[in-house]
T-cell receptor, first 117, second 114 residues
Framework: DAGVTQSPTHLIKTRGQQVTLRCSPI?????VSWYQQVLGQGPQFIFQ???????GRGNFPDRFSARQFPNYSSELNVNALLLGDSALYLC????????????????FGPGTRLTVL | SQQGEEDPQALSIQEGENATMNCSYK?????LQWYRQNSGRGLVHLIL?????REKHSGRLRVTLDTSKKSSSLLITASRAADTASYFC??????????????FGSGTQLTVLP
């Protein structure tokens, strides 16, 4: 089975531009989460989408938005890019909405490396 | 913000030695998970330990959890050069409203020298 896929692999943008990142979850997974990982730090939670609705949001500005499509794929949009948005953006999928109980593991994609100049 | 801290930040050992990494966290948890990341790429899930468990094994990995001290450790036995990577602990909070996201620590960079 294919794992979580993300596109593009790398992206270079300039300040003020807008970017769209894409994620396809593992087949059968209905939950997609987005994380930002700045160099040298652990990933930080941005959004969770489940059944096409936003179910959780981290401490990120409104410049960050996302959506989930009927096939459960997802897009992360970032407007008015800042230098500090340079990071690895990770997408993770899981079967269920919650991560407590059971073995509801999140499977991560390889990430999109965004560089803002 | 990060949930907790990993200790040490960096660890360098010889092949065949054991590697121990520690993780501290701040809030009550439902479970704690360890992930591995090679060269800034995607995260690979290693092991999950629930809050009512104290120790868990998976192959060469041993994880302990002390909820009274809000800490966990990951032991990799008989390390190999291929174990070189960054290791992160991540927690799922016990409050149901928040139990939909992983909160990661800052990671330990492990280097295993051949």
């Amino acid at each position: 089975d294919a794992g979580v896929t993300q596109s593009p692999t790398h992206l270079i943008k300039t300040r003020g531009q807008q970017v769209t990142l894409r994620c396809s979850p593992i087949s059968g997974h209905k939950s997609v989460s987005w994380y930002q990982q700045v160099l040298g730090q652990g990933p930080q939670f941005i959004f969770q989408y489940y059944e096409k609705e936003e179910r959780g949001r981290g401490n990120f500005p409104d410049r960050f938005s996302a959506r989930q499509f009927p096939n459960y794929s997802s897009e992360l949009n970032v407007n008015a890019l800042l230098l500090g948005d340079s990071a690895l953006y990770l997408c993770a999928s899981s079967r269920r909405r919650g991560l407590a109980g059971g073995l509801n593991e999140q499977f991560f994609g390889p990430g999109t490396r965004l560089t803002v100049l | 913000s990060q949930q907790g801290e990993e200790d040490p930040q960096a660890l360098s050992i010889q092949e065949g030695e054991n590697a121990t990494m520690n993780c501290s966290y701040k809030t009550s948890i439902n479970n704690l998970q360890w992930y591995r990341q090679n060269s800034g790429r995607g995260l690979v899930h290693l092991i999950l330990i629930r809050s009512n468990e104290r120790e868990k094994h998976s192959g060469r990995l041993r994880v302990t959890l002390d909820t009274s001290k809000k800490s966990s450790s990951l032991l990799i036995t008989a390390s190999r050069a291929a174990d070189t990577a960054s290791y992160f602990c991540a927690t799922v909070p016990s409050s149901s409203g928040s139990a939909r996201q992983l909160t990661f620590g800052s990671g330990t960079q492990l280097t295993v020298l051949p």
